[in-house]
């Protein structure tokens, strides 16, 4: 039989925590999560029937603090607003599977999870995906035996563009004064915490979200 996926839209209420998730994320990781879904950079959910997330629980639990309180903490641990366009009404993708998942199905999925932020947790792995793991060769925990393609094959693709600056500069400013009339020159808002910009502005992204 062949194995489909389609891609289908999931309110960000209906979606389900993955329980005994082997995936954690590190307080410096979820704080460079929050900046990447400000930029609307993540990736479609992967969920099962019941609307059980197999992949992207990290980004789901981030995106619910978010709506709680939209802040991250900037390098030097300040806290700084987060511009959130959703709620949890609001449609985001989803990758479904148009076919019967079986348990070991659903436990490699979770392994092949990208480790876009979060991390493995070794000891869940170790104690509830040890099969999977011998069946994937993935004893040594080195992710460059896994058979990727092969494990997603049927799934829609998606490509996220990763924006990098062509050019940065240092810009001094004699008086505050000067930097006020800069930041009306480039129509751009710049505070003393500022530490840098985009030009033109680099708006946030809507990724794959519908009303």
Not at 114 to 142: F, I, P, T, V, W
Request: aromatic share 8%.
């Amino acid at each position: 039989m062949q194995k489909i996926w389609k891609i289908e839209k999931r309110k960000l209420s209906d979606l389900k925590v993955l329980k005994g998730n082997p995936r954690k994320i590190s307080d410096i990781n979820r704080e460079q999560l929050k900046q990447d879904l400000e930029l609307g950079k993540f990736k479609p959910f992967i969920i099962d029937a019941k609307n059980t997330i197999l992949a992207g629980n990290q980004t789901y639990k981030v995106m619910l603090e978010l709506i709680e309180n939209p802040v991250r903490k900037d390098r030097n641990g300040d806290e700084v607003p987060v511009k959130i366009d959703y709620d949890m009404s609001t449609k985001f993708d989803c990758s479904v599977p148009q076919f019967k998942l079986s348990a070991s199905e659903r436990k490699k999925i979770v392994i092949l999870d990208n480790k876009h932020r979060g991390e493995d947790d070794l000891d869940k792995l170790m104690s509830d995906y040890a099969n999977q793991l011998e069946d994937l060769e993935y004893g040594s925990l080195l992710p460059e035996k896994l058979d990727y393609d092969e494990m997603m094959e049927g799934m829609p693709e998606f490509n996220n563009e990763n924006k990098e600056a062509v050019k940065s500069l240092i810009v001094n400013f004699d008086s505050e004064k000067d930097l006020e009339e800069f930041a009306k020159l480039i129509d751009q808002k710049i505070t003393f915490k500022t530490r840098s910009v985009w030009f033109p502005e680099n708006k946030p992204v809507k990724a794959n979200v519908y009303d």
